[in-house]
C-alpha cells in the first residue's frame, strides 16, 4: 500500500477545509514550520487519555498565569502512513476543524512538522461522564434529561452538518470544568462525513466504535449516522439504570446487540425512572435505524422538553446584543478577521453567557443561527429594520453559508461585550505572527489566512493581502507591531509613543474576562 507523505496529509485536510467552509477555520489556527508546538506549549508527561489516531497529553501554554492556560494536546504521527491511515487521520483533523458548538470540545491549534500533526484543544478539567456516574451513581431523572439534551445538542449539529460521530460513549463527554454541568463532545478519531442527497442518507460499512455502545447496524457493517443515536441510547440507559443495556463475553455480547435485546427495563435498577425516560430510551434502542428517534426528533422528546433547562435571553440584554451587532457590521474586514480569530481563544468558562444567548437565539437547536431566527429576535422583539437585519446577518456570516456558526457569533460579541484584555489580544496576534518575528507581514498573513483568491467562503474575499494590512499599519512601515494590532482591534488611537513596546510573548499580564 502507498505510503503517504506529511505534506500530501497537510495540504489534503487544509484543502478540504477551505473548500467546505473556506478559510476561517484555518484562521490563525494551523500552523507550519517554522513554528512549533514547543514555540507555544510546554507538554508536560501526564497522560490524559488516548484516542484512535494518537495520545492525549496535557500541555501548558508558555508565559501564561491567566485564565487561558491549561490544554490538551494530542499528538499524531505522519511517518509513513499507509493511504487508509492517511484518509483516516485527514478526516478526524478536517472534521474538528471545522467543529464549532458550545457542546464540542475547542480545537484551538494544529501544529505541522515534517513528522506529525500536533493538535492543541481544550482542556475540559471536569473528568469524563463515565467518571461522574462511577462517582455519584445514576443520576435522577431530571439531571439525566439535562445531561442528554447537551449530548443531543452535540450530535444534531454533527448530523446536520453532514458528520457522523461513530464513537458516541460515556468516555467521550467531558464537563468543562470540575463540578460543573456543561458537557462537551471530544474524540473524531472514527468521525466521517456522511452526507447524501437528502432524505438519503449515506451508509457505511466500516465497524468502528466502542463494542458495548455500537448499534446492530455497524456490527453487520451497513449503518447510517443513526448509529449515533443508538449509542446515544445506550449512554441514557446507563445514566438512568446505573448499569449496562448489553453483558456478556464477546460474542454473547454480540448476538445480543445484533437482536436487540438489552436488560429488562422492570428490574429495580429502572424503579426510580419515569415512563418518559423509559420511552425516551426504548425509542433509542430501536434494532431499524429507520424507526429509531432521529436528534431532531429527540431534541423534541417530552422528557426532554419537560425537564431540560432551555436557554432564554433577558430582554434587558437585547439593546446592548443589537450595539455589537451593529457595531461589527460597521468594522473594517481585516478588524473582523482579527475577531473571527480571537473567538477561539475564549474560554467556555469565561463565555457562558454568550453560550446561553447563541442557544437560545437557536430555536432549530441545529447549532447555528438562521437569518429567520435572527430576524425573530430584532425585527420582533426590538422592530430593528429587516433590511437592517439581513446587513448584520451577511457582515456575521464570514463563511457565506447562510447560517452563523458559533465562532462568528462570539465574533460579533467581542466587539463590545468582552473585556480585550492583552492575554487575549497576545494570542490572537500570536496566532498571526507565524514566524514569531513581533510583527505581522504580508506573508504572515498568507499563511494565516491562507489565498484569497480561490474557493467560497473567504472572509476577506477579493481584498489583496497588502491592503488588510494597511488597515492596522498605522506607522506605514508594511507591518503591524503589537502596539499598532491592539489599538486597531480595540478602535482606538494608536500610541507613537507604544510603538517599541514587545507584545506579550503568549499574553503576559492577564486580567479575566468580563462579559458586559
Not at 301 to 306: D, G
Not at 339 to 353: I, Q, V
Not at 424 to 439: H, K, P, Q
Request: proline share 4%.
Amino acid at each position: 500500500m502507498n505510503s503517504r507523505s506529511v505534506e500530501q496529509v497537510s495540504v489534503h485536510v487544509t484543502e478540504m477545509v477551505r473548500e467546505r467552509m473556506g478559510t476561517l477555520p484555518l484562521l490563525g489556527r494551523y500552523h507550519r514550520l517554522p513554528r512549533r508546538l514547543e514555540d507555544d506549549f510546554e507538554v508536560k508527561g501526564d497522560e490524559l487519555g488516548s484516542g484512535y489516531n494518537g495520545a492525549v497529553m496535557k500541555a501548558r501554554r508558555k508565559n501564561v498565569t491567566g485564565p487561558i492556560k491549561h490544554f490538551a494536546v494530542k499528538k499524531m504521527n505522519l511517518t509513513g502512513l499507509d493511504a487508509r491511515h492517511a484518509a483516516t487521520l485527514e478526516q478526524e483533523v478536517q472534521i474538528f476543524l471545522c467543529m464549532d458548538h458550545p457542546h464540542i470540545a475547542r480545537l484551538v491549534n494544529v501544529y505541522e512538522t515534517s513528522t506529525e500533526l500536533n493538535l492543541v484543544m481544550e482542556c475540559c478539567s471536569g473528568g469524563e461522564l463515565y467518571d461522574r456516574l462511577k462517582t455519584d451513581g445514576p443520576f435522577p431523572d431530571g439531571k439525566a434529561a439535562q445531561a442528554t439534551h447537551q449530548m443531543l445538542l452535540a450530535v444534531h449539529y454533527m448530523h446536520c452538518h453532514g458528520v457522523s460521530h461513530r464513537d458516541i460513549k460515556l468516555e467521550n463527554f467531558l464537563y468543562d470544568v470540575p463540578g460543573g454541568n456543561n458537557l462537551k463532545l471530544i474524540d473524531f478519531g472514527f468521525s466521517r462525513y456522511c452526507e447524501e442527497a437528502q432524505p438519503t442518507l449515506r451508509r457505511m460499512n466500516t465497524p468502528c466504535g466502542t463494542m458495548h455502545y455500537m448499534a446492530p447496524e455497524v456490527l453487520n457493517e451497513n449503518y447510517t449516522n443513526q448509529c449515533d443515536m443508538w449509542s446515544l441510547g445506550v449512554i441514557v440507559y446507563i445514566m438512568v439504570s446505573g448499569i449496562m443495556p448489553f453483558t456478556g463475553k464477546s460474542g454473547v455480547l454480540r448476538g445480543k446487540i445484533t437482536s436487540g435485546s438489552y436488560r429488562t427495563m422492570q428490574s429495580c435498577f429502572w424503579a426510580g425512572a419515569s415512563q418518559e425516560s423509559k420511552d425516551f430510551t426504548k425509542a433509542l434502542l430501536v434494532k431499524d435505524p429507520s424507526q429509531r428517534m432521529t436528534a431532531k426528533q429527540a431534541l423534541q422528546h417530552p422528557w426532554i422538553l419537560n425537564n431540560s433547562k432551555l436557554a432564554t435571553i433577558d430582554a434587558q440584554r437585547l439593546p446592548s446584543m443589537l450595539a455589537a451587532l451593529q457595531t461589527y457590521r460597521s468594522m473594517p474586514k481585516f478588524r473582523r478577521c482579527c475577531f473571527a480569530a480571537m473567538a477561539w481563544h475564549l474560554p467556555s468558562k469565561e463565555s457562558l453567557k454568550l453560550q446561553a444567548e447563541f442557544l437560545a437565539i437557536d430555536k432549530e437547536q441545529s447549532g447555528t443561527i438562521s437569518l429567520s431566527e435572527l430576524q425573530e429576535l430584532f425585527v420582533q422583539k426590538l422592530q430593528v429594520p429587516e433590511a437592517d437585519v439581513i446587513d448584520i446577518f451577511n457582515a456575521m456570516d464570514a463563511t457565506y453559508d447562510n447560517e452563523i456558526h458559533y465562532s462568528e457569533f462570539l465574533a460579533a460579541m467581542l466587539s463590545t461585550r468582552v473585556d480585550l484584555h492583552d492575554q487575549l489580544m497576545g494570542l490572537t496576534f500570536r496566532g498571526f505572527d507565524e514566524d514569531l518575528s513581533g510583527y505581522i507581514t504580508a506573508e504572515n498573513l498568507h499563511e494565516s489566512v491562507g489565498s484569497i483568491y480561490a474557493g467560497r467562503g473567504e472572509l476577506c474575499d477579493g481584498e489583496k493581502l497588502g491592503t488588510l494590512l494597511k488597515e492596522a499599519d498605522a506607522l506605514k512601515d508594511g507591518r503591524v507591531s503589537f502596539p499598532e494590532f491592539a489599538a486597531f482591534v480595540r478602535g482606538v488611537p494608536f500610541d507613537i509613543n507604544a510603538k517599541e513596546r514587545a507584545y506579550p510573548r503568549a499574553g503576559a499580564s492577564p486580567q479575566c474576562c468580563s462579559i458586559m
